[in-house]
């Protein structure tokens, strides 16, 4: 059963975060961001998490500017439900936000190009999208 809690578990998102990095090859990141900064980085934001048959697996946190999904990998392909009261929740928060992808999140690229949300940069190597409510989401 999966299902939205009314907070992430910041721990969970940051071990998402970690096993993303390291099969990125890019695990020196988490020698720079700690759990213990990430944690208190986020530990105010309104956030919403994701649970799979009673175990968190990921959630949305939205800092007031940017919005960060995570999902623990073995969870990848079960979530996916969730996506759609999430971003429901996240638009009840604001009109709209940034999203950061890395350029070899293809599953993610292709999904923001099928919706059609805006490119607007990038940032150490990783494209910066403009999220908004669709049309039908709000």
């Given at each position: 059963m999966l299902n939205l809690t009314p907070r992430a578990d910041l721990g969970v998102m940051y071990e998402a975060d970690v096993a993303r990095y390291k099969a990125a090859g890019k695990s020196e990141i988490t020698g720079v961001v700690t759990k213990e900064a990430?944690?208190?980085?986020?530990?105010?934001?309104?956030?919403?998490?994701?649970?799979?048959?009673?175990?968190?697996?990921?959630?949305?946190?939205?800092?007031?500017?940017?919005?960060?999904?995570?999902?623990?990998?073995?969870?990848?392909?079960?979530?996916?439900?969730?996506?759609?009261?999430?971003?429901?929740?996240?638009?009840?928060?604001?009109?709209?936000?940034?999203?950061?992808?890395?350029?070899?999140?293809?599953?993610?690229?292709?999904f923001i190009r099928h919706v059609g949300w805006e490119r607007v940069g990038e940032r150490g190597g990783a494209l910066l999208f403009r999220l908004v409510a669709l049309p039908g989401t709000r």
């Open positions: 990430f944690m208190r980085f986020y530990q105010g934001c309104p956030s919403v998490g994701f649970r799979r048959d009673g175990r968190d697996i990921g959630g949305l946190i939205f800092d007031g500017e940017e919005a960060h999904i995570a999902v623990l990998p073995e969870h990848h392909g079960y979530w996916g439900m969730l996506l759609k009261p999430a971003l429901d929740w996240l638009f009840s928060q604001t009109a709209e936000a940034i999203v950061e992808v890395e350029r070899d999140n293809d599953r993610c690229l292709r």
